[in-house]
């Protein structure tokens, strides 16, 4: 349902304060405060020698000493005073090493520890690159570009290659290229159709297959730092023009038509597990959830590596389809087959880190729709979409998304316009609705608190609870919350009006049966709006 009457404006004016669209639009996505954005090390090209040894380790399968040499090259010469340029390897390594740090081969199906340790070094060395030279200095734009190939015949197709829209990469002279399949045809960037079905595989596999999710979830919140810091450095020291050029609007930019791109990237935000977003958002790999036989990983870890005798293991040998097995994940049926309760809310979205991730992308697509709305899309047209994924999740995901706690990762202002952008689309059509989405506490028990939702569903009317409290919150948190009997009187009207209503929704045989839970979650909001209304009180 679209919200009604005036929508949150693009002022997304917070509280009790002024600040406007650019204010919102300048503050940090990340930590850092705008004047105290991190300070990063001039780069230089690896030397020739340099490269050519690093290549040579990669392309052998020895990781680990390529990625031990490339760390020492990079922190060397570092100090806090006067720091001497950081040397590093051209972007398609980069390209290479953010393969390593995710493939199957490398984590959940490595025959050797050795190989472990070769993916959480890949992991190691990007996070020291995006600290020593940041994402601007350090490249990254073109490392982590998708290679415009994603391959059908992973999902049995022809093998086709399909246009992705993001480009290509940069391109490599044959003497530079790494010889191996990991670094072409086998890389992440070859592989995924693009940034955002990596984001919803990544998030399915948050929901249905915890191994590959806790390292996809080291290397997704590694890739939305890159994303945000890399906004923030150029939008506060680059200007308007270079935001454009940005990772994030190369991301955005990619794939789908202009028309379906919103929706799409919004898809990939809210992947939930079930088939169709599965089928939207599938594998990388092939068979990239399964996992080694027992007895196989027993055997091929046994192994040793013998230069000198041109045994290298397992490094040269192909990874055969019999030594591989379901994992137990695997075997389980789809959400929208599963009938039995969640005794942990956050599982709907797999869990809180997943939580977290999904809401810092929204972050940052609020701000880049702030910053660059004719290149992107204007605030309340990506609102629209955010209330079409947020408004049907079932209450414990929903209280998840909309409660203050996990909003932080938001700006204040950003915060309240959603929930009001959301709580708009609930109340009773009685309410008074402000022209804008201007918030202080009077417009907050004038508008929001003293009412019920539009219907008589429990479920409705949980939500706007649950909104109403967010709003609540929010306020006694940045401004303070003044009691008076008015503000007592609104919130008890709201909270009674809110039960009366969910209970007129009664069938032959008594009170809805939906009653029994989603009561429980208006009855414990309804205590909380009153808890902090209470502490207000002098």
């Given at each position: 349902?679209?919200?009604?009457?005036?929508p949150?404006?693009?002022?997304?004016t917070?509280?009790?304060s002024?600040?406007?669209a650019?204010e919102l639009?300048?503050?940090?996505?990340?930590?850092?405060?705008?004047?105290h954005?991190?300070?990063?090390?001039?780069?230089?090209n690896?030397?020739?020698?340099l490269?050519?040894?690093?290549?040579?380790?990669?392309?052998?399968?020895?990781?680990?000493?390529?990625?031990?040499?490339?760390?020492?090259l990079l922190?060397?010469g570092?100090?806090?005073?006067?720091?001497?340029?950081?040397?590093?390897?051209?972007?398609h390594?980069?390209a290479l090493?953010?393969?390593?740090?995710?493939?199957?081969?490398?984590?959940?199906?490595?025959?050797?520890l050795?190989?472990v340790?070769?993916?959480?070094?890949?992991?190691?060395?990007?996070?020291l690159?995006l600290?020593?030279?940041?994402?601007?200095n350090?490249?990254?734009?073109d490392?982590?570009?998708?290679?415009?190939?994603?391959?059908?015949?992973r999902?049995?197709?022809s093998g086709?290659?399909?246009?992705?829209g993001e480009?290509?990469?940069p391109?490599?002279?044959d003497?530079?290229?790494?010889?191996t399949?990991?670094?072409?045809?086998?890389s992440?960037?070859?592989?995924?159709?693009?940034?955002?079905h990596?984001?919803?595989?990544c998030?399915n596999c948050s929901?249905?297959h915890?191994r590959?999710?806790?390292?996809?979830?080291?290397?997704l919140?590694?890739m939305?730092?890159v994303?945000?810091?890399?906004?923030?450095?150029r939008?506060?020291?680059?200007?308007?023009?270079?935001?454009?050029?940005?990772?994030?609007?190369?991301?955005?930019?990619?794939?789908?038509?202009?028309?379906?791109?919103?929706?799409?990237?919004?898809r990939?935000?809210?992947?939930?597990?079930r088939?169709?977003?599965?089928?939207?958002?599938?594998?990388?790999?092939?068979?990239?959830?399964?996992?080694?036989?027992?007895?196989v990983?027993?055997?091929?870890?046994e192994?040793?590596?013998?230069?000198?005798?041109d045994?290298y293991?397992?490094?040269?040998?192909d990874?055969d389809d019999?030594?591989?097995?379901?994992?137990?994940?695997?075997?389980s049926?789809?959400?929208?087959?599963?009938?039995?309760?969640?005794?942990?809310?956050?599982?709907?979205?797999?869990?809180m880190?997943?939580?977290n991730?999904r809401?810092?992308?929204?972050?940052?697509?609020s701000?880049?729709?702030?910053?660059?709305p004719?290149?992107?899309?204007d605030?309340?047209?990506?609102?629209?979409?955010?209330?079409?994924h947020i408004?049907s999740?079932p209450?414990?995901?929903?209280?998840l998304i909309?409660?203050?706690?996990t909003?932080?990762?938001?700006?204040?202002?950003?915060?309240?316009s959603?929930?009001?952008?959301?709580?708009?689309?609930?109340?009773?059509?009685s309410?008074?609705?402000?022209?804008?989405?201007?918030?202080?506490?009077?417009?907050?028990?004038r508008?929001?608190?003293?009412?019920p939702?539009?219907?008589?569903?429990?479920?409705?009317?949980t939500k706007v609870?649950?909104?109403?409290?967010t709003l609540?919150?929010?306020?006694?948190?940045?401004?303070?919350?003044?009691?008076?009997?008015?503000?007592?009187e609104?919130?008890?009207?709201?909270?009674?009006a809110r039960t009366?209503?969910?209970?007129k929704?009664?069938?032959k045989?008594?009170?809805?049966?939906?009653?029994?839970?989603?009561?429980?979650?208006?009855?414990a909001?309804?205590?909380?709006?009153?808890?902090?209304v209470?502490?207000?009180?002098?």
């Amino acid at each position: 349902m679209q919200a009604k009457s005036l929508p949150p404006t693009s002022s997304l004016t917070i509280l009790s304060s002024s600040q406007s669209a650019k204010e919102l639009d300048a503050s940090p996505t990340t930590a850092y405060s705008a004047g105290h954005l991190p300070s990063y090390r001039a780069v230089k090209n690896l030397p020739y020698e340099l490269r050519e040894h690093c290549m040579i380790y990669l392309e052998e399968g020895l990781h680990c000493q390529a990625l031990n040499l490339l760390t020492s090259l990079l922190t060397s010469g570092f100090t806090s005073s006067s720091p001497l340029p950081a040397f590093l390897p051209p972007p398609h390594y980069l390209a290479l090493i953010a393969t390593l740090a995710v493939h199957p081969t490398l984590t959940t199906r490595a025959k050797t520890l050795d190989r472990v340790q070769a993916a959480n070094l890949a992991l190691r060395y990007l996070r020291l690159v995006l600290k020593h030279a940041g994402p601007v200095n350090g490249n990254l734009n073109d490392a982590f570009t998708f290679n415009s190939l994603s391959f059908s015949s992973r999902r049995g197709g022809s093998g086709r290659r399909r246009i992705t829209g993001e480009g290509a990469i940069p391109p490599v002279d044959d003497d530079e290229r790494i010889d191996t399949e990991l670094a072409n045809a086998g890389s992440l960037w070859a592989h995924a159709e693009g940034f955002w079905h990596v984001v919803g595989w990544c998030f399915n596999c948050s929901i249905l297959h915890k191994r590959r999710w806790e390292r996809w979830n080291a290397w997704l919140t590694y890739m939305i730092e890159v994303l945000e810091v890399d906004w923030d450095a150029r939008e506060h020291g680059e200007g308007h023009e270079s935001r454009e050029k940005s990772l994030i609007m190369k991301y955005i930019n990619s794939g789908a038509t202009t028309a379906g791109r919103q929706r799409h990237i919004l898809r990939a935000v809210f992947a939930d597990g079930r088939t169709k977003s599965v089928a939207e958002f599938g594998e990388i790999w092939k068979n990239e959830t399964k996992e080694l036989k027992k007895d196989v990983d027993v055997t091929k870890a046994e192994k040793k590596i013998d230069i000198e005798a041109d045994n290298y293991g397992d490094y040269m040998e192909d990874e055969d389809d019999e030594d591989l097995t379901d994992s137990p994940e695997d075997l389980s049926p789809p959400p929208e087959q599963m009938t039995e309760s969640i005794p942990n809310v956050a599982d709907d979205l797999g869990g809180m880190d997943s939580v977290n991730l999904r809401l810092r992308l929204l972050s940052l697509l609020s701000k880049v729709s702030a910053g660059l709305p004719d290149d992107f899309t204007d605030l309340n047209t990506l609102y629209d979409n955010f209330l079409e994924h947020i408004r049907s999740l079932p209450i414990p995901a929903f209280f998840l998304i909309i409660s203050p706690t996990t909003l932080r990762v938001f700006a204040p202002a950003a915060a309240s316009s959603l929930a009001q952008y959301i709580l708009r689309s609930l109340i009773a059509a009685s309410a008074p609705l402000p022209l804008n989405d201007n918030i202080s506490q009077d417009i907050l028990g004038r508008s929001y608190l003293p009412f019920p939702a539009n219907t008589t569903s429990i479920v409705d009317n949980t939500k706007v609870s649950l909104c109403v409290e967010t709003l609540l919150r929010l306020l006694d948190h940045h401004i303070g919350l003044a009691w008076t009997p008015g503000l007592q009187e609104a919130a008890e009207a709201g909270i009674k009006a809110r039960t009366a209503k969910a209970k007129k929704k009664q069938t032959k045989r008594g009170t809805d049966r939906d009653w029994g839970g989603d009561g429980t979650w208006l009855a414990a909001s309804a205590e909380r709006i009153r808890g902090v209304v209470g502490m207000a009180k002098p």
